[in-house]
C-alpha cells in the first residue's frame, strides 16, 4: 500500500485497527450551553451527526445556529471500537470526524440545518477538506430516521445542480443511517471555544444551497 493510499482509502475489516472495548469517558458539560455533551435529546429534539472536515470548526457552526440544543464532535463511519484521536488520523480506523447536532426541529428545520452543512464545506472533494487530507475528513451525513434520509438525499441533489451550475464536479458526500458515535477526548470538545485563536480549515464553495 502507497503511503498516500494509507490516507485517502477506507482499511478493510482486517486491517482496521482493533480499537477497546471502553468508551471515551465524557466528563466536561458543554463550554458553550452548559449542557450535557451526551445528552439524550429532550422532548421534541432530534439528532444528525456530521462530517464536514475537520471537527473544530464544524462544531462551531452548528453550535452558533438557534434551535440548537447541545452539540458534541467525534467520530463515526468507521470499524475500530471506541478509537483515539492519533488512531483516526492514521487513516486505519475509516473514521470521519463527525459532529453530533441535537436540534429542536420546531425552531431549526432540519433543511436549514442542511443548508449551513453544505454552504460550510466543500463537498466534492472526496477524502479532503482544503489542504486536511486523509479519510477523516471526509463529508457525511448520518441519519436516525427515514425522513432525514430522505430530505437529506434531495438536499444534496438541489445542491448539485447550484454546484454544477458553478462548475464544481460530484458531491462525494456519504448519506446512510446513522452508524455508532463515538465520542472525542475532552480537549477536542468545543475546542475553538476553549482556543479561539485555535486552527480553523472549514471552508466553503460560495455557493449558496437554495432552500
Known sequence: MRLLDKYVSLPEPGDALPGRAQPMPVRERHVVSGRAIDAIPPAGAQEVVLGMGCFWGAE??????????????????????????EEVCSGMTGHTEVVRVVYMPAELPFTTLLQTFWESHNPTQGMRQGNDVGTQYRSAIYCYDEKQLLAAARSRDIYQQALTARGFGEITTEIRSAPTFYYAETYHQQYLARNPAGYCGLGGTGVSCPG
Not at 452558533?64 to 447541545?70: D, I
Not at 458534541?72 to 484521536?85: H, I, S
Open 60 to 85: 462551531r457552526r452548528f453550535w452558533q445556529l438557534p434551535g440548537v440544543y447541545v452539540t458534541a464532535v467525534g467520530y463515526a463511519g468507521g470499524l475500530t471500537p471506541n478509537p483515539e484521536y
